[in-house]
């Protein structure tokens, strides 16, 4: 264990300090339906002194960013592995696309609109990277997926740009308002069960909407 | 002109200004894509004194709780005419919907989040009132709708509660991501063409992953 000092601590760095943090904070988010955390709660869940989060990202923001970053890297790299797959027909990958998705969205409720906060509070070039890197990669994988599917007739032409806002925000609406669930529909918890039910059913309603016939 | 005085502050009450500063919070939200305003802004933009918000609304939370209800109650009463409506079939009903839910959220993209935010900002009491008189109606309406469709052989049979999530969630998510459409897309504004352009895409979509076939 290597021993360091930030602001006059010294502290011992446990292995996979930097992970937990990250693995913490998300669980933070997701469990409280929020974008934010706070550093206490922070080190009083994982167990880490928060000075660590001063070493490893800085401040609170270079937190987030490393969050954003991690969940985001995660979704790229799997919808362009997805997109390349030669032995796949595009209502197969279109299919394991939304699923996917919805596993995304269970997994890290917060991310659209932790997303959104960044690109709202960052500079001109740190939402442009954020744009460039993760949300234009994105729709070219639309552009590329429907567009296969248009030309080998087995989609009806869509517009991909806003497919995608029809695919995301149906998943995201979903995962992101446990609040509704809970006032509505007397359900707090998002629960495997219901999030196996909102994949079927919306794996259903776009693959009939965009399926050529 | 009646006058009114307010923690010493005597002032000119000018006809229509409860609703000009409902108005005016409205647009300062739709422009900026926040669910929050500053009394100051919004004393310069209506040209009114920011006493008149403690007057009418008490406090920030007050007015913001004012502009949810207005919001909310112009949605519930177009939906419920709609369902009540007994000249038109349910296809019509659902494609004259979801129009009007595009038309609601190009006006007010707030919405949704300001909703989040206010459930969970209220006590609980607050919080099941928002509830009861938006979130279920609307739930309700959807049962009602998409029932008489699906008794008349005309949709296939869909759960109302996740179909309500898909249609708000598609609409809201691309009203309410303006930096998107900035940084990747180079498109700053909601123009009533790229409303339209998604009205269209939106109701092409969704009704053909509903209609039975």
């Given at each position: 264990?290597?021993?360091i000092?930030?602001?006059?601590?010294?502290?011992?760095?446990?292995?996979?300090?930097?992970?937990?943090?990250?693995?913490?904070?998300?669980?933070?988010?997701?469990?409280?339906?929020?974008?934010?955390?706070?550093?206490?709660?922070?080190?009083?869940?994982?167990?880490?002194?928060?000075?660590?989060?001063?070493?490893?990202?800085?401040?609170k923001?270079?937190?987030?960013?490393?969050l954003?970053?991690?969940?985001?890297?995660a979704?790229?790299?799997?919808?362009?592995?997805?997109?390349?797959?030669?032995?796949?027909d595009?209502?197969?990958?279109?299919?394991?696309?939304i699923?996917?998705v919805?596993d995304t969205f269970?997994?890290?409720?917060?991310l659209?609109?932790?997303?959104?906060?960044?690109?709202?509070?960052?500079?001109d070039?740190?939402?442009?990277?954020?744009?460039?890197?993760?949300?234009?990669?994105?729709?070219?994988?639309?552009e590329?997926?429907?567009g296969?599917?248009?030309?080998?007739?087995?989609f009806?032409?869509?517009?991909p740009?806003l497919?995608?806002?029809?695919?995301?925000?149906?998943?995201?609406?979903?995962f992101?308002?446990?609040?509704?669930m809970?006032?509505?529909?007397?359900q707090?918890?998002?629960?495997?069960?219901?999030r196996?039910?909102?994949?079927?059913?919306?794996?259903?309603i776009?693959?009939?909407?965009?399926?050529a016939?």
């Amino acid at each position: 264990m290597k021993r360091i000092g930030v602001e006059d601590v010294a502290l011992a760095v446990p292995p996979g300090a930097r992970e937990h943090l990250l693995d913490t904070a998300s669980a933070i988010m997701r469990d409280g339906d929020i974008v934010d955390i706070s550093l206490s709660e922070l080190s009083l869940r994982s167990g880490l002194n928060s000075a660590l989060v001063k070493y490893y990202f800085g401040n609170k923001a270079g937190l987030l960013k490393a969050l954003l970053d991690r969940d985001w890297q995660a979704i790229v790299r799997s919808v362009d592995a997805l997109v390349a797959k030669g032995d796949m027909d595009p209502e197969a990958k279109l299919r394991r696309h939304i699923s996917k998705v919805i596993d995304t969205f269970y997994a890290v409720p917060y991310l659209n609109r932790l997303t959104m906060r960044m690109v709202r509070e960052s500079d001109d070039a740190e939402a442009r990277r954020i744009a460039d890197c993760y949300l234009s990669p994105i729709y070219r994988a639309y552009e590329d997926l429907i567009g296969e599917g248009v030309r080998a007739g087995v989609f009806r032409s869509v517009d991909p740009q806003l497919f995608y806002f029809t695919v995301t925000g149906a998943v995201d609406r979903f995962f992101s308002t446990r609040l509704v669930m809970k006032y509505c529909f007397d359900q707090d918890t998002l629960t495997e069960e219901l999030r196996d039910r909102y994949r079927e059913h919306t794996i259903d309603i776009i693959m009939a909407g965009i399926l050529a016939r």
